[in-house]
C-alpha cells in the first residue's frame, strides 16, 4: 500500500515536471523569436536595401505584437482556460514563423513579425501563470523558473541557429525553424490538462479534483480544493475588479516588477552586445560572435543556479543578491568607459563586468518577476492583472531598447550605464519593501494574506 502511494508521488512528480517542460515551449518560443532578429536582420536588410527607419521597424515589430498580445489576452487565459490560450498561441506562432519566412516583401514581413509579437505577448504570462496553478508549493519556483530557463536557451538556440545559416544568407530558414517548437508546445498541450484553479474557477470541480489528484498523486486533494474554493467566494468580474482596495498593492508590486526588470537595462546587453564590446576596444567578427555566445550562455547557466536555488533560498535574497551585482557590474562598466583610454587589462574586466551584470540578472529579475506575477494575484483577476504587469514591461523593453544608442549619444557610455546602475538601486530598496516572500506559501494562502490587507513583507 505505501510503495503504491509513494509510486503515484514519484509519477505525479514526474507529470507535474512533464507538464511544466512542454509549456516551458512557450519560454522557448519567446527566446527565439526575439533573438532570431539580430542575425537574420543583416541579410534582410541587404535584400530589400532597407532604409535604418525601416530596419528599426523589421526589429522592434516583435516588440510591439508582444506589447497588443499582452493586453489582449488576459481576459481570454481568464474566460477560455489557460491550456486552450496555449494551444491557440501555439497555432499563432507557426503561422507567423512560416508567413515570415515566406514573406514575399518588407510590408508582410513586418505584419508577420508582430503576429509572432502577438504570440510572444500572450506566451509570456500564459506559460508561467498555467505551470504556477499545476505545482505544489514546494517545487512551484523551480517549475515556473523553468519558462525562463527555457527563454534563454532560445536565445542562444537563435543565436546558434543564425550562426549556422548565416553561410548560405537563409534568413527565411531562421524564421521558418520556429514552426519546430511551435508544433511540440502545440501537440503537447494537446495531451496535457486544464488548470485546476481555472476549472474551479469555471464551477467544474468534479474535472478539477480529478486534474488535482493526477497532477498530485494522491486521491484526498479535498483539503486543497477546500481551499481553492473559498478563494473563489465572489463572481468574477471585469477589469475594474483590479482597482478594488486590497487588489492594489499586488498589482502596483508586479507592474513595478516589470518595470524594474526592463530598466535597468537587460536587453540593452541581450540586443546590443556586440556593440558593447565594440565600445570596450573589441571589433573583430569573431569577437562579436563570441560576445554574443559568451552573453547567452552566461545567462543560461546562472538561470539554472536560479532554478535551483529559488525554492530553497527564497525569491528575496535572490533578488537582494542579484541586484547588488548588477549595481557593482554597471558601475564598474561606466568607470571603464570614463576612463581616456582602455588598457588590456581594462578590456577585460569590462567583458568580466558585463558577464557579472547577466549572471546577476539571470538569478534574480529575470526569473523572478515572472515568477512573483504568477503567485500573488488572486485566482479570479490572476490572468488580467498578469496580462497587465506583463504588457506594462513589454512597452518598458520597447522603450529601453529605442532610447540606448540615444542615451549613449547624450550621457555618454559611462553615464549610460551609470544610470541603469542607479535604477539598480532603487530597484533593490522597492524589492526589500515591497516584494513579498512567496516561497513554500500556497497560492490560496498568498490571496488570503492580501484580503487581510497585511504588507507584503509580512508574508
Ligand atoms: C526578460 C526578457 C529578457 C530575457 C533575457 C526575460 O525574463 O523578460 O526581456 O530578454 O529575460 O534572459
Given at each position: 500500500?505505501?510503495?503504491d502511494v509513494s509510486d503515484n508521488k514519484k509519477n505525479s512528480?514526474?507529470?507535474?515536471?512533464?507538464?511544466?517542460?512542454?509549456?516551458?515551449?512557450?519560454?522557448?518560443?519567446?527566446?527565439?523569436?526575439?533573438?532570431?532578429?539580430?542575425?537574420?536582420?543583416?541579410?534582410?536588410?541587404?535584400?530589400?536595401?532597407?532604409?535604418?527607419?525601416?530596419?528599426?521597424?523589421?526589429?522592434?515589430?516583435?516588440?510591439?505584437?508582444?506589447?497588443?498580445?499582452?493586453?489582449?489576452?488576459?481576459?481570454?487565459?481568464?474566460?477560455?482556460?489557460?491550456?486552450?490560450?496555449?494551444?491557440?498561441?501555439?497555432?499563432?506562432?507557426?503561422?507567423?514563423?512560416?508567413?515570415?519566412?515566406?514573406?514575399?516583401?518588407?510590408?508582410?514581413?513586418?505584419?508577420?513579425?508582430?503576429?509572432?509579437?502577438?504570440?510572444?505577448?500572450?506566451?509570456?504570462?500564459?506559460?508561467?501563470?498555467?505551470?504556477?496553478?499545476?505545482?505544489?508549493?514546494?517545487?512551484?519556483?523551480?517549475?515556473?523558473?523553468?519558462?525562463?530557463?527555457?527563454?534563454?536557451?532560445?536565445?542562444?538556440?537563435?543565436?546558434?541557429?543564425?550562426?549556422?545559416?548565416?553561410?548560405?544568407?537563409?534568413?527565411?530558414?531562421?524564421?521558418?525553424?520556429?514552426?519546430?517548437?511551435?508544433?511540440?508546445?502545440?501537440?503537447?498541450?494537446?495531451?496535457?490538462?486544464?488548470?485546476?484553479?481555472?476549472?474551479?474557477?469555471?464551477?467544474?470541480?468534479?474535472?478539477?479534483?480529478?486534474?488535482?489528484?493526477?497532477?498530485?498523486?494522491?486521491?484526498?486533494?479535498?483539503?486543497?480544493?477546500?481551499?481553492?474554493?473559498?478563494?473563489?467566494?465572489?463572481?468574477?468580474?471585469?477589469?475594474?475588479?483590479?482597482?478594488?482596495?486590497?487588489?492594489?498593492?499586488?498589482?502596483?508590486?508586479?507592474?513595478?516588477?516589470?518595470?524594474?526588470?526592463?530598466?535597468?537595462?537587460?536587453?540593452?546587453?541581450?540586443?546590443?552586445?556586440?556593440?558593447?564590446?565594440?565600445?570596450?576596444?573589441?571589433?573583430?567578427?569573431?569577437?562579436?560572435?563570441?560576445?554574443?555566445?559568451?552573453?547567452?550562455?552566461?545567462?543560461?547557466?546562472?538561470?539554472?543556479?536560479?532554478?535551483?536555488?529559488?525554492?530553497?533560498?527564497?525569491?528575496?535574497?535572490?533578488?537582494?543578491?542579484?541586484?547588488?551585482?548588477?549595481?557593482?557590474?554597471?558601475?564598474?562598466?561606466?568607470?571603464?568607459?570614463?576612463?581616456?583610454?582602455?588598457?588590456?587589462?581594462?578590456?577585460?574586466?569590462?567583458?568580466?563586468?558585463?558577464?557579472?551584470?547577466?549572471?546577476?540578472?539571470?538569478?534574480?529579475?529575470?526569473?523572478?518577476?515572472?515568477?512573483?506575477?504568477?503567485?500573488?494575484?488572486?485566482?479570479?483577476?490572476?490572468?488580467?492583472?498578469?496580462?497587465?504587469?506583463?504588457?506594462?514591461?513589454?512597452?518598458?523593453?520597447?522603450?529601453?531598447?529605442?532610447?540606448?544608442?540615444?542615451?549613449?549619444?547624450?550621457?555618454?557610455?559611462?553615464?549610460?550605464?551609470?544610470?541603469?546602475?542607479?535604477?539598480?538601486?532603487?530597484?533593490?530598496?522597492?524589492?526589500?519593501?515591497?516584494?513579498?516572500?512567496?516561497?513554500?506559501?500556497?497560492?490560496?494562502?498568498?490571496?488570503?494574506?492580501?484580503?487581510?490587507?497585511?504588507?507584503?513583507?509580512?508574508?
Amino acid at each position: 500500500m505505501n510503495q503504491d502511494v509513494s509510486d503515484n508521488k514519484k509519477n505525479s512528480s514526474i507529470f507535474v515536471c512533464v507538464i511544466a517542460a512542454v509549456a516551458a515551449f512557450a519560454g522557448l518560443l519567446f527566446g527565439y523569436d526575439t533573438g532570431v532578429i539580430s542575425g537574420a536582420i543583416l541579410f534582410i536588410k541587404d535584400q530589400f536595401a532597407l532604409s535604418p527607419t525601416v530596419e528599426e521597424a523589421v526589429v522592434s515589430a516583435v516588440l510591439l505584437g508582444a506589447v497588443i498580445g499582452a493586453a489582449s489576452s488576459g481576459q481570454l487565459s481568464d474566460k477560455f482556460g489557460r491550456r486552450r490560450v496555449l494551444i491557440v498561441t501555439a497555432i499563432i506562432f507557426a503561422l507567423g514563423s512560416i508567413g515570415t519566412a515566406m514573406a514575399p516583401s518588407v510590408a508582410i514581413l513586418i505584419a508577420g513579425r508582430i503576429v509572432i509579437g502577438v504570440a510572444i505577448g500572450v506566451a509570456s504570462f500564459t506559460a508561467p501563470l498555467y505551470i504556477s496553478e499545476v505545482s505544489p508549493a514546494h517545487i512551484r519556483g523551480a517549475l515556473v523558473s523553468l519558462n525562463q530557463l527555457a527563454i534563454t536557451c532560445g536565445i542562444v538556440f537563435s543565436y546558434v541557429v543564425d550562426y549556422s545559416l548565416a553561410g548560405n544568407e537563409s534568413w527565411r530558414w531562421m524564421f521558418g525553424i520556429g514552426v519546430l517548437p511551435a508544433i511540440v508546445l502545440g501537440v503537447g498541450m494537446l495531451f496535457l490538462p486544464e488548470s485546476p484553479r481555472w476549472l474551479m474557477s469555471r464551477n467544474l470541480g468534479e474535472i478539477a479534483k480529478k486534474v488535482l489528484a493526477k497532477v498530485r498523486g494522491r486521491e484526498d486533494v479535498q483539503e486543497e480544493i477546500n481551499e481553492i474554493k473559498e478563494t473563489l467566494g465572489e463572481e468574477s468580474g471585469g477589469w475594474k475588479e483590479l482597482w478594488e482596495p486590497w487588489l492594489r498593492l499586488p498589482l502596483f508590486i508586479g507592474l513595478i516588477l516589470g518595470l524594474f526588470q526592463q530598466i535597468t537595462g537587460i536587453n540593452v546587453v541581450i540586443y546590443y552586445a556586440p556593440t558593447i564590446f565594440e565600445f570596450a576596444g573589441f571589433n573583430s567578427a569573431a569577437v562579436a560572435i563570441l560576445a554574443t555566445a559568451g552573453v547567452g550562455i552566461v545567462n543560461v547557466a546562472m538561470t539554472i543556479v536560479a532554478v535551483k536555488l529559488v525554492d530553497r533560498v527564497g525569491r528575496r535574497p535572490l533578488l537582494a543578491i542579484g541586484l547588488i551585482g548588477m549595481t557593482i557590474s554597471l558601475t564598474v562598466l561606466g568607470i571603464a568607459f570614463s576612463l581616456p583610454t582602455l588598457t588590456v587589462a581594462l578590456k577585460w574586466i569590462a567583458v568580466g563586468s558585463l558577464m557579472l551584470y547577466v549572471a546577476s540578472f539571470a538569478i534574480s529579475l529575470g526569473p523572478i518577476f515572472w515568477l512573483i506575477i504568477a503567485e500573488i494575484y488572486p485566482l479570479k483577476i490572476r490572468g488580467r492583472a498578469m496580462s497587465l504587469a506583463t504588457m506594462f514591461s513589454w512597452i518598458c523593453n520597447l522603450v529601453v531598447a529605442m532610447t540606448f544608442l540615444t542615451l549613449i549619444q547624450k550621457l555618454g557610455k559611462a553615464g549610460t550605464f551609470w544610470t541603469y546602475g542607479a535604477i539598480c538601486i532603487v530597484g533593490w530598496v522597492f524589492c526589500y519593501f515591497f516584494v513579498p516572500e512567496t516561497k513554500g506559501h500556497s497560492l490560496e494562502e498568498i490571496e488570503e494574506h492580501w484580503k487581510k490587507r497585511k504588507g507584503p513583507r509580512a508574508l
